[in-house]
């Protein structure tokens, strides 16, 4: 860093800062020019004489010119120059930090994003660009009642039982909600299954509502959910195969088993099943009595012994009665695709 007491001619190349023909540096001329703490770095960096002076870009660490410095640069300049107008907050700096470290497949990520700069399609976008066009809820369709308020997506969070916050989920802001999901995926109040799955939650809910518009199919809350829980259970098992995680009934009760791989020539199948409760499913068992039903999904991944993901399959269920008849389900429908598929030396 240039000293703030000097004029500092920005012409300068390294062969003005060398005693000639020495190829040592001119230590009072570093001295003039540059901070102490920099003084007795640029010393100690031995000049290859045997090289041409060129530019470098100080904005990058290398040196290197890239695109996105670029344009870091002419952002800055123009914040620099609008009166009033700064860096952005510490808390909003992390809250973007926060949206591409999310654990999501880069596509939901970038939904997300989108999300949030108002690039959704929505029946609101599209008239503010002159498109009229006929929104398919019975409120005003903007993004942020598309994915949180609309009677479809609340029955879908309260379904996957999200904590709301202490005023409920805003009506008009999605940044404000965003960041409550956010700070769900970090919060130790939740099931490792919801942290997990709120991103495809938030994916599967603007895909219903693209299924509503376009293929006329509307999917019920409950199938919203399960289809996201067994998206996101796929994706942290081939992603992440080092750990199988068992989520149990209770919210806030997980155990982590170290996945172990298998012999050699042998492969490993690992089973995942899914239940969740639908008010919609229900069956009379006797007389004035309810049996409670639900919607079962399964998954499995067969891994060799070095961890390589070789397949993978999931599917849906008819409505079953209980958690166990679902696993049973997964259990039974995993070893006769194993069967199906001639897999040999199968360990379950």
Known sequence: MYRQDCVVDLTLCISDLLIPNTGLWDSQKIRQLFIEEDV????????????????????TLDGHYSSQSGYKHVDTIRNQQVPGRGA????????????????????I?????????????????????????DSACYGTETICHTLFTCPS??????????????????TNSVFLNVHHLIACTKSQHCSLRLKRSIPWVLWDIWKAR???????????????????EEESKLWFELNYPDTVDTVTNQSSSSSTLLWKAPPVD?????????????????????????????RPGASWVVRDCRGKV????????????????????????????????CMNNVIF
Not at 88 to 107: A, D, G, Q, V
Not at 153 to 170: H, I, V, Y
Not at 219 to 228: E, S, Y
């Open 40 to 59: 007795a770095t640029v010393l100690t960096i031995k000049p290859m004489l045997n090289k041409e002076d060129r530019y470098c870009w100080g904005f």
């Open 266 to 294: 042998f492969v490993k199948c690992n089973i995942g099943a899914s239940w969740s409760e639908s008010s919609q499913g229900r069956s009379w068992a006797k007389p004035n009595e309810t049996l409670a039903l639900g």
């Open 210 to 228: 693209n299924s509503l518009i376009f293929e006329k199919t509307r999917l019920d809350p409950a199938t919203i959910l399960l289809k996201a």
């Open 109 to 133: 990520r970038h939904f997300v994003w989108r999300a949030l700069a108002g690039a959704l399609a929505v029946a609101e976008q599209l008239r503010y660009r002159g498109i009229p066009v």
């Open 153 to 170: 997506a609340r029955d879908t969070w309260n379904a996957a039982g999200l904590p709301l916050p202490a005023r409920g989920l805003s």
């Open 88 to 107: 952005l907050p510490p808390i909003e700096k992390r809250f973007w930090n926060n949206i591409w470290k999310l654990m999501t497949s880069p596509k």
């Open 310 to 341: 070789l397949m993978h399959r999931r599917r849906s269920y008819s409505y079953v009665n209980s958690r166990e008849t679902a696993e049973l389900w997964a259990f039974h429908w995993a070893i006769d695709s194993m069967k199906s598929l």
